[in-house]
């Protein structure tokens, strides 16, 4: 079933949902379709389980950072360290962690923009997005909470646009930045989107 998930996995952060059959899957792992079918219903089944395998793990890392981060800096918290917090644990986990863990990345980037994804980011990440939002109204009392969403939206945005890994960015420098590099990202994001949620002030 784990070489269905990851083989399933690669081809739906590369094709979406509608792009992959079961049979597709099957043909990659190399085994018969009946057997994917014996573990999963259909093809949403799978699609779901695929991103529900990995999505406890990424939301329970932030919400620990988050937590930590929220004790540590006790009434005086600021937006780059919640953005520190809710980031850097993702980038680390996703870098650190292999070819698999980079293919939920882009996975996820992918489908964040479709019906079906942006259901499961409810289900699965509205608590550590909450989690984050509370902490940066704390940080940013005089701003709006209509601000602080948008610039939560932005930050997100951002996010997704690296996890996907399009290369783009590797063709546009000329090989200066390289969209796997998360590590370079981690070192410019959390300063970056600060600066954006701090301009918000009207």
């Known amino acids: 079933m784990e ?3 990851d083989v399933a996995e690669l081809l739906f952060s ?3 949902l509608h792009g992959v059959t079961l049979g597709d899957v099957a043909k990659h792992v190399g085994v018969h379709t009946t057997l994917v079918h014996y573990y999963f219903q259909d093809k949403l089944s799978l699609f779901e389980a ?3 395998r990995r999505a406890g793990v990424t ?16 009434d005086s918290p600021t937006v780059e360290g919640a953005l520190h917090a809710f ?3 993702d980038l680390d ?3 650190e962690g292999g070819e698999n863990w980079m293919n939920y990345a882009a996975f996820c980037a992918r489908v964040s923009n479709t019906p079906e994804g942006a259901a499961l980011m409810d289900e699965h990440f509205d608590p550590v997005v909450l989690k984050l939002v509370g902490i940066l109204k704390r940080a940013l009392p005089d701003y709006s909470e209509e601000d602080i969403f948008w610039g939560y939206h932005f930050v997100t945005g951002a996010l997704m646009n690296t996890l996907a890994r399009t290369g783009r960015i590797d063709r546009l ?9 998360f590590p370079a990202v981690k070192q410019r994001i959390s300063r970056f989107m600060t600066a954006g949620f701090l301009s918000l002030k009207r």
Do not use: N, P, W
Not at 173 to 181: A, K, L, P, T, Y
């Open 93 to 95: 986990l996703y870098f």
């Open 87 to 89: 980031l850097d644990t």
């Open 173 to 181: 420098s000329g090989g200066v930045c390289h969209s796997d590099d």
């Open 14 to 16: 590369k094709h979406g």
């Open 59 to 74: 939301s329970g890392r932030r919400m620990a950072a988050l937590e930590q981060y929220e004790a540590e800096a006790g």
């Open 3 to 5: 070489q269905i998930l």
């Open 50 to 52: 695929v991103f529900a």
